[in-house]
Each structure stands twice: as structure tokens, then as C-alpha cells.
């Protein structure tokens, strides 16, 4: 079966701390693609990085980066200097199957305080 | 460009009643998602589009839910007779060509409340 663990609910830190998300999936599918996607307050989903199953080199954009690592299944998300604006329930999801619907976790709930 | 949208944003209803819920995707995109969201849970998928044809429909919960694309653009996600338990947020994504090698692009979602 395949399945997104997001074992982390919520975190809460101060602005300018590093935060950490981790996620932790199940496939048996040996091509697939890992997503991160924010959900702001406003609710619309917002694309932040797509990886492919084949590519485990770690990934940088601004204060955004993403560790990848097959041998544990895990694909989690570092923000660097957090800042309020970072507030906003973190989503990681799986490609389910060879049509692409996405398999996502639950989300993890992040509060930057100033 | 433009994203893409979902009408209405909000939608109440009474149980029992049949609603539609509509999806313009980004223009050129063929390929088309729905998802449902609970509270506090992550979207859970519920048909693909690839064109006109619905290619996955899987994730449809039982025959009260039914979508079409008769256009291969505009999605419409139909439910009869409405229950308490459908209340959710309902997201429309699209991507470019569709598969798992395509990046899917959310819309802002209908909150769908039955009373």
C-alpha cells in the first residue's frame, strides 16, 4: 500500500529559528515523485518542489531545503530562519499510481511567532 | 497566467439536495483533478481527466458523486442528494500532460457545508 506519514501535527517556533518537517513514505512503486506543497490561511495549495525517485541529490531554494533519502524512506523539509510569513499547514505527498493522483499526508501545522 | 479557479468558493446546502461544484483548470492543461479535504486531513483524491475522458475514478466515494468534462477544460463535480458527511473543502488541480511525471497545480477550493 502506499501511504505519507507526517508524524508531526503542529510545531510552533520563533521567528528566525530553523524548523524541520519530516516526512516518511510507503511505496512499492520503484518510479515515483515526492511533492511539497504550503497551505497558507487562505487555503489554496502552493507547488514548493517536486522530486523524482531516481534523484536523491538534497535540493536548495532560498531558505527552503529538502532532504531525500531512499535508504529511509523519507523526504523531509528544512526552512532556515524561519519567518512568520512561513505559517501555514505543510503538506507532503506521494504519485499514487501511473495516472499521478497524489497520495498526500495529513499536514503539519507550522506557527512562526514574532 | 491565470490559475486555476473554482466556483463558488462556498457553497451551503441542505442534506438531501444536489449541488455542483465547477473547475475552469489553467488553460492548455489536459490533464484535471479532483480532491476532497476534511478537516484536518490532507486532500484525498477522488477522479482524473485526461481530456474529456474520465481516466481514474477510483477515489469517488459511492454513485452520488459524478464529474464530467464534456469540453476537455471546464469540470464540473456533481453530488446527489447531499449528506452531512460530504461537507469538506473540494480542490480542482490541473497539469500540463498528467501521469506522475507532471506537476499538479491547486485550485483555491469550494467549502461545500451540508446542514
Known amino acids: 500500500a502506499q501511504k505519507v506519514t507526517q508524524a508531526q501535527t503542529e510545531i510552533s517556533v520563533v521567528e528566525k529559528e530553523d524548523v524541520t518537517l519530516d516526512c516518511v513514505y510507503e511505496t512499492r512503486d520503484t518510479t515515483y515523485y515526492l511533492f511539497w506543497y504550503k497551505q497558507p490561511p487562505s487555503g489554496e495549495l502552493v507547488f514548493l518542489i517536486r522530486r523524482n525517485s531516481f534523484d536523491e541529490q538534497n535540493e536548495i531554494s532560498g531558505r527552503y531545503s529538502w532532504n531525500f533519502q531512499k535508504s529511509t524512506s523519507s523526504f523531509n523539509f528544512t526552512i532556515t530562519a524561519s519567518q512568520v510569513v512561513d505559517s501555514a499547514v505543510y503538506f507532503c505527498a506521494l504519485t499514487g499510481g501511473s495516472q499521478g493522483n497524489l497520495i498526500f499526508g495529513k499536514g503539519t501545522k507550522l506557527s512562526v511567532k514574532p | 497566467g491565470a490559475g486555476v479557479s473554482q466556483t463558488p468558493s462556498n457553497k451551503v446546502t441542505e442534506k438531501g439536495k444536489y449541488v455542483e461544484l465547477r473547475c475552469d483548470p489553467i488553460s492548455g492543461h489536459t490533464a484535471l483533478y479532483w480532491y476532497r479535504q476534511s478537516l484536518g486531513q490532507g486532500p484525498e483524491f477522488l477522479i482524473y481527466f485526461q481530456g474529456t475522458g474520465a481516466a481514474d475514478d477510483s477515489g469517488l466515494p459511492n454513485d452520488r458523486f459524478f464529474a464530467v468534462r464534456p469540453e476537455g477544460s471546464v469540470s464540473t463535480l456533481k453530488i446527489q442528494r447531499t449528506e452531512r458527511g460530504d461537507s469538506a473543502v473540494y480542490l480542482c488541480?490541473?497539469?500540463?500532460?498528467?501521469?506522475?511525471?507532471?506537476?499538479?497545480?491547486f485550485g483555491p477550493g469550494t467549502r461545500l457545508t451540508v446542514l
Open positions: 488541480a490541473s497539469s500540463l500532460a498528467g501521469g506522475k511525471t507532471d506537476t499538479q497545480y
